[in-house]
């Protein structure tokens, strides 16, 4: 058998932090905190965020230290949480590179948030789906309007600091068809690196897809035809994120996405009262490690919880390993492998539609060094 990517205890940590937890001022139709109240505000409290820090930094033995800032929407935490951030950060990171991301939805951000982030060198992300027809469709205010405007607004002041962020695009209903059409928005919006994912929930009342949902197939073929409209235009500064990293596997480099690498275990999430659990696209209750205030980063890892999420990882691998694509795809997020009904894991549903995508590009880079 081969070694399986998966440390028994893992050495590094590159927790997702839920700063306010579902608390948001839009509300996409597709968002997995729709059935709680977003309304509510629930900071990350002074003392967690400490312990956080602090266990994190002790725990990392790398130099460098990743911090990903997320939501809810996580600008509502206010900047004096993120000003104590830095404060804390400096005080006990003092022999490490401190890495701060943080994804936004790109609504709240003005001239004085782009000139904090600016600053403090955060690396910022933001969600856009797309042209307004697109993003009004799902990425709505409580109002129900579209949020386009001030996805908008938000992008340019980034651009006004020099901030050029990446975009995170979730393909729902309304993008199918309109691959041209998305990639075209974000080049002329000076967005050149993107990150597409599929809108893929299943309802918990009947175990099916959500009506919003994007089936496999279809998502495949959305892949495909941005893929070769970006494969192309033959331009490296522009990334289609997740399929720059497929071609990267495909010529023998290193990918680092988690889905192209296998590494799900190294970005567990923290909800904002210091509940620690496996990735974001686990419920918490499923994989439940424990509390960053009570436990160090060692007793989380080997925490009941993580340890059935390891041992879950592993047996998805092993089901994978004979694969001819399993070096790029390590059995493709594992969010696709496991009902959110059953809590039961099974091949991944998205295994038929991948094994086409890699076969397109692998085609395509093949017929490049044929000379084609
Ligand atoms: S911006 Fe994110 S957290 Fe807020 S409603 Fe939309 S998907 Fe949910
Ligand atoms: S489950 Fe999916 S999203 Fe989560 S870390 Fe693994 S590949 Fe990434
Ligand atoms: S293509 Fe399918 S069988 Fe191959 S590694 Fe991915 S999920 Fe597993």
Request: aromatic share 10%; with cysteine.
């Amino acid at each position: 058998m081969q070694n399986s990517t998966l440390p028994v205890l893992p050495q590094a940590v590159m927790p997702t932090i839920k700063v306010v937890s579902s608390t948001c001022n839009l509300r996409c139709h597709y968002c997995y905190y729709n059935a709680l109240d977003q309304s509510r505000p629930n900071p990350m409290s002074t003392k967690t965020v400490t312990n956080l820090i602090k266990k994190t930094i002790e725990f990392v033995q790398d130099d460098y230290v990743h911090f990903t800032w997320h939501g809810g929407e996580p600008l509502l935490a206010g900047m004096n949480f993120y000003e104590h951030i830095l404060r804390i950060q400096e005080l006990y990171g003092k022999k490490k590179t401190i890495i701060n991301g943080i994804q936004t939805n790109a609504t709240l951000v003005s001239d004085r948030w782009a000139s904090f982030f600016k600053k403090h060198d955060f690396r910022v992300g933001v969600s856009i789906d797309g042209p307004p027809m697109i993003q009004n469709a799902h990425r709505v205010l409580p109002s129900q309007g579209g949020s386009s405007r001030l996805v908008q607004q938000g992008l340019r002041a980034l651009q006004r600091h020099d901030i050029y962020p990446p975009a995170i695009a979730v393909v729902t209903r309304e993008s199918l068809g309109n691959a041209r059409k998305i990639f075209q928005y974000f080049l002329r919006n000076h967005v050149r690196s993107i990150h597409i994912k599929e809108c893929y929930e299943i309802d918990p009342s009947t175990g099916r897809p959500t009506a919003l949902s994007v089936m496999p197939d279809e998502f495949t073929a959305f892949l495909i035809e941005i893929f070769d409209m970006w494969f192309d235009l033959d331009d490296p500064s522009i990334s289609i994120r997740n399929l720059e990293q497929l071609v990267r596997g495909l010529v023998g480099g290193e990918p680092s996405l988690c889905e192209a690498t296998g590494k799900c275990w190294l970005f567990p999430v923290v909800e904002a009262d210091g509940t620690v659990g496996a990735c974001d696209s686990f419920p918490i209750r499923d994989y439940h490690f424990g509390n960053i205030n009570e436990m160090s980063w060692g007793d989380l890892f080997a925490s009941a919880g993580n340890i059935r999420f390891s041992e879950n990882i592993r047996q998805n691998e092993d089901r994978c390993r004979s694969c001819e694509w399993f070096s790029i795809c390590h059995g493709c997020c594992l969010r696709h492998a496991h009902s959110p009904v059953t809590h039961e894991w099974h091949h991944n549903l998205f295994c038929t539609s991948k094994k086409r995508l890699f076969g397109h590009i692998k085609a395509r880079i093949d017929a490049i060094h044929a000379g084609g």
